[in-house]
């Protein structure tokens, strides 16, 4: 009995609690290594492909994540000038950065807090948003949304609650390849660390094309159009409102005006490109 204790004794052996957690470690640490390694090598034997010029970039080339190259990047931001904090207009010389200076925003009743963009609509900012409405633009899409993404992440003082997308309404999405405003949605809330809310907002009706009316067709035309999808709370809720062209602001207003009444404390807008054509 003695010996067979003895036996059974030698064969229980208490496994050291610190030893497998410390070897999964070090296996992360290698896995890591080794795909960093592997994907440096592969930059440098494919270089990314610049998703607005498709020039071949240099591995170090353009912002983490954001498939853009340096020049194009720089092209795209344009010069900074001063602009409107609320609209994101660009401002005459002289004018402070606020809504009472501002000569756009002045007088009228502006029911977002807040508008971001990349830049003004021209130039090199132009093509990109033209690019992005073809069917093959989606990559481009993904990239701009990044680079907005990237811009929001250094202004945004608090996470938004719900980031959204102006809604098209479903029969334009039929005869649509692409949907700039959703892809640019799944691209922001990645970067800014928040899920987009896709469903909450919903196209009631059909609209005009916004391009094609003038300031006061415009207002008309989104009048009553969106709505807040049942089954969301939004009761005190910061809204981050993504679309790719800011013109007069007219689908904005009225997309926060509905969310205000539904409860949401503030909206703010973030657009690729703020045009300056006619708002009044």
Same mark, same amino acid.
């Given at each position: ?5 003895? *036996? ?16 999964? /470690? ?5 896995? &890591?290594?080794?795909?960093?390694? =592997? ?8 270089? !990314? ?6 020039? !071949?970039?240099?591995?170090?080339? $353009? ?15 344009g010069t900074g000038f001063p602009v ?46 033209? /690019?992005?409405? /073809?069917?093959?633009?989606e990559p481009l899409t993904l990239a701009?949304? =990044? ?12 996470? !938004?609650?719900?980031? *959204? ?7 334009r999405r039929l005869k649509r390849d692409?949907? =700039? ?6 691209? *922001? ?6 899920? $987009? ?10 609209? &005009?094309? /916004? ?19 049942? $089954? ?33 404390? &503030? ?9 300056? $054509?006619?708002? &009044?």
């Open positions: 009995m003695d010996h067979e204790k003895s *036996v059974a004794n030698r064969d229980v052996r208490v496994p050291t609690p610190s030893r497998r957690p410390v070897q999964a /470690q070090g296996s992360r640490r290698r896995v &890591s290594v080794m795909q960093t390694i =592997c994907g440096r090598a592969a930059n440098l034997l494919f270089p !990314p492909i610049c998703a607005l010029c498709a020039i !071949p970039s240099e591995p170090d080339d $353009g912002i983490v994540g954001i498939n853009l190259c340096n020049r194009c990047i720089c092209d795209l931001k409107c904090k609320k609209c994101a207009r660009p401002l005459p010389k002289g004018i402070a950065d606020d809504a009472d200076d501002c000569p756009n925003c002045r007088g009228k009743r502006v029911r977002f807090d807040r508008t971001y963009a990349i830049g003004v609509y021209g130039g090199v900012l132009r093509e990109a948003v033209l /690019q992005m409405k /073809q069917a093959t633009g701009m949304g =990044c680079l907005l993404g990237e811009h929001l992440s250094n202004k945004l003082a608090v996470a !938004p609650t719900h980031v *959204v997308a102006v809604p098209t309404h479903w029969t692409v949907n =700039c405003a959703e892809i640019l949605l799944e691209a *922001v809330a990645a970067k800014i660390g928040v899920r $987009g809310s896709g469903r909450l907002l919903r196209c009631r009706r059909n609209t &005009s094309k /916004q391009g094609t009316l003038l300031p006061h067709e415009r207002r008309a035309n989104v009048r009553g159009a969106y709505r807040v999808s049942t $089954g969301y709370v939004i009761s005190g809720a910061k809204v981050l409102v993504i679309d790719d062209v800011m013109t007069t602001g007219a689908t904005a207003n009225e997309i926060a005006k509905i969310l205000r009444r539904a409860g949401a404390a &503030s909206v703010e807008v973030a657009v690729v490109a703020r045009g300056i $054509g006619f708002d &009044s």
